[in-house]
């Protein structure tokens, strides 16, 4: 583990904190390129109305914009919790390198619990994948944040 990846997985959380704040699910995303942060986001699927607006899926978006190339070599995402299946193809197809996530989905997750697209050998392109980086705190937000929906 590099000496980063925890304060990478910080700052996703302070984006999954501001998606909380607001009545998303608190899931936050950064990508970090030659080892500063670049882009920040978190979710904004109900404030856009877009089944699409997972935080992985803007950071990149946003990353090919700022380095203006859709290939993101050289770029690790960093997200506060598993990928699902849209994300992780998304990674696969932007081409970053690494993805670092804090908490497993076993529902859901295309990053090793459910599925495995970063390292499909059927795909062309593989992603080093780093799993619980802050797992349990990443855990907390989902939890709180569905108990307090429930209540």
């Given at each position: 583990m590099?000496?980063?990846?925890?304060?990478w997985?910080?700052?996703?959380?302070?984006?999954?904190?501001?998606?909380?704040?607001?009545g998303?699910?608190p899931?936050g995303?950064?990508?970090v390129?030659?080892?500063e942060?670049?882009?920040?986001?978190?979710?904004?699927?109900?404030?856009l109305?877009?089944?699409?607006?997972?935080a992985?899926?803007l950071?990149?978006?946003?990353?090919?914009?700022v380095?203006?190339?859709?290939?993101l070599t050289?770029?690790?995402?960093?997200?506060?919790?598993?990928p699902?299946?849209?994300?992780?193809?998304?990674?696969?197809?932007f081409r970053i390198?690494?993805?670092?996530y804090?908490?497993?989905?076993?529902?859901?997750?295309a990053?090793?619990?459910?599925?495995?697209?970063?390292?499909?050998?059927?795909?062309?392109?593989r992603?080093e994948?780093?799993?619980g980086?802050?797992?349990?705190?990443s855990?907390?937000y989902?939890?709180?944040?569905?108990?307090l929906?429930?209540a």
């Amino acid at each position: 583990m590099s000496e980063y990846h925890e304060i990478w997985m910080n700052a996703a959380l302070e984006e999954a904190g501001k998606a909380a704040g607001s009545g998303e699910i608190p899931v936050g995303a950064v990508t970090v390129f030659e080892n500063e942060i670049l882009v920040r986001s978190h979710n904004l699927v109900e404030h856009l109305r877009d089944a699409s607006a997972h935080a992985e899926m803007l950071v990149l978006k946003k990353t090919a914009a700022v380095l203006d190339r859709w290939r993101l070599t050289g770029v690790t995402l960093v997200v506060t919790v598993e990928p699902c299946p849209m994300c992780a193809m998304a990674m696969v197809l932007f081409r970053i390198d690494r993805l670092i996530y804090g908490c497993s989905e076993p529902r859901t997750g295309a990053c090793g619990s459910l599925l495995n697209l970063p390292g499909n050998p059927a795909l062309n392109h593989r992603i080093e994948v780093v799993p619980g980086i802050l797992a349990e705190k990443s855990g907390k937000y989902l939890k709180d944040f569905f108990e307090l929906r429930r209540a």
